[in-house]
């Protein structure tokens, strides 16, 4: 019998897999924007919940599914269920690489060799196989390490959020308001995508659905009582960071809350806040490298390709070879998108992902409307307005994106639908076989 997830750890689990590189280094990146940027994180937290209510009334719709893919194809088809797990899929393995860069921004805080190329590349890729082997004993043993370095990760966040504030200095959050010379019309959208990142994750417990016991109860707990989690920690956190050091600080930093700890309590106590921002981070990579695979191995993905029949029961472990292909591609973005520092890094690969993934979100939204036939009545009238709310900031948000994001998005997008063209051949080949 299958080990099952229930309510409390697939919410730790939701909640880690957010609080990791988000939390960590995002600051660096908003540093260049200024602290107007807490006004994205207001939006971009509405955003999430909206998302979060739609992914729970599929999880209430239809609990016996195996994982979010096999909603959209219930939705819209086997055609859509496999570009958006593509899609998904391309976007979970540089998210991969995100988190890891996060790593090893903190390790750097101790090797300062390792915050510019070659050294950060090599560590990058070191700590995503590290997490890779870890994967590899299965999805409990990495529920677990996240469990206990959630409480480390969260060391660093409550020393900022709670002692942070004496250090707090209105001049210093008012002076780094909007250092781009920008309109907030302009400013505050485009970070908004940058702030969204820190959300991506939050489709843990309905990507994992298969592997928690009882769905329909426990992942609307996990899904939302996650965002609500990481919402907390993200608005105090990121708030008084930003009047601890000023943006032109921040944005240099490859361990903003280790560098902000500095003046508070000294050298020694912002190593060991490197250490457990550290950790903490590493916990999300083995979370984000479980969900890569497992969207590949979907029913409705990978499965389409291998016939698995719908509703077959999942391995205890992820495959091998899955795990060993998402190492060999994490390690190529590693090295294709290598800058000058961590920080900068950071924000090419997060946008990319934070695109990518609305996509999904905005497709699986729309899939409410279709699937909320099956609802009860009580439920169906939050249902639609709420998938109806997801989508449309999804799409908002990817309208907000950078061109060059839309264009690599699109490209992505025809790789999928190439992909798919051999399947939907095969397929027809197939009936008309059987005519």
């Given at each position: ?334 090295i294709a998108s290598a800058s000058p520092t961590l920080g900068r890094q950071f924000t090419i690969v997060t ?85």
């Amino acid at each position: 019998m299958q080990k099952k997830l229930g309510p409390f750890l697939a919410t730790l689990l939701v909640a880690s897999a957010q609080i990791g590189s988000g939390v960590y280094l995002l600051p660096a990146s908003l540093g260049a924007i200024g602290s107007i940027s807490i006004l994205s994180w207001v939006l971009a937290t509405a955003g999430a919940a909206l998302i979060g209510g739609a992914f729970s009334a599929l999880a209430i719709a239809d609990p016996g599914r195996p994982g979010l893919f096999c909603y959209i194809r219930d939705a819209f088809g086997p055609g859509a269920a496999f570009v958006t797990g593509i899609l998904y899929w391309i976007g979970s393995w540089i998210a991969a690489v995100a988190v890891a860069l996060a790593v090893t921004g903190y390790l750097s805080f101790f090797l300062p060799v390792l915050a510019k190329p070659p050294g950060a590349t090599i560590a990058t890729i070191g700590v995503l196989w590290l997490l890779i082997v870890a994967n590899m004993f299965g999805p409990t043993l990495v529920a677990r390490l996240q469990t206990v370095m959630l409480v480390l990760g969260l060391i660093p966040v409550f020393l900022v959020a709670t002692i942070g504030w004496f250090y707090f200095h209105p001049s210093t959050f008012m002076a780094s308001w909007n250092v781009t010379g920008k309109s907030m019309f302009a400013v505050v959208p485009a970070s908004t995508v940058m702030v969204f990142w820190a959300y991506v994750g939050l489709e843990a417990a309905i990507i994992l659905s298969g592997r928690v016991r009882d769905p329909a109860r426990n992942v609307p707990i996990a899904t939302l009582g996650g965002i609500g989690i990481a919402a907390v920690i993200y608005m105090t956190a990121s708030s008084a960071i930003m009047g601890i050091l000023p943006a032109g600080v921040l944005a240099k930093s490859s361990a903003p809350f280790a560098d902000a700890v500095v003046p508070m309590l000294g050298v020694f106590a912002a190593g060991a806040v490197a250490l457990c921002a550290m950790l903490k981070a590493s916990g999300t990579l083995g979370a984000t490298l479980l969900l890569t695979v497992e969207t590949a191995e979907s029913e409705a993905v990978l499965g389409q390709i291998r016939n698995t029949p719908a509703g077959a029961v999942m391995a205890d472990k992820a495959s091998i070879t899955n795990l060993i292909v998402t190492g060999v591609l994490t390690s190529v973005v590693t090295i294709a998108s290598a800058s000058p520092t961590l920080g900068r890094q950071f924000t090419i690969v997060t946008d990319v992902v934070v695109v990518l993934t609305l996509l999904v979100y905005g497709v699986a939204s729309l899939a409410v409307l279709l699937l909320s036939g099956s609802l009860p009545a009580s439920t169906r009238r939050w249902a639609i307005p709420v998938g109806i709310g997801g989508a449309l900031f999804s799409a908002v948000l990817i309208f907000a994106s950078e061109r060059d994001l839309l264009i690599w998005s699109a490209a992505a997008i025809v790789f999928a639908l190439l992909a798919y063209l051999p399947l939907r051949f095969r397929r027809v080949q197939v009936a008309r076989t059987a005519a």
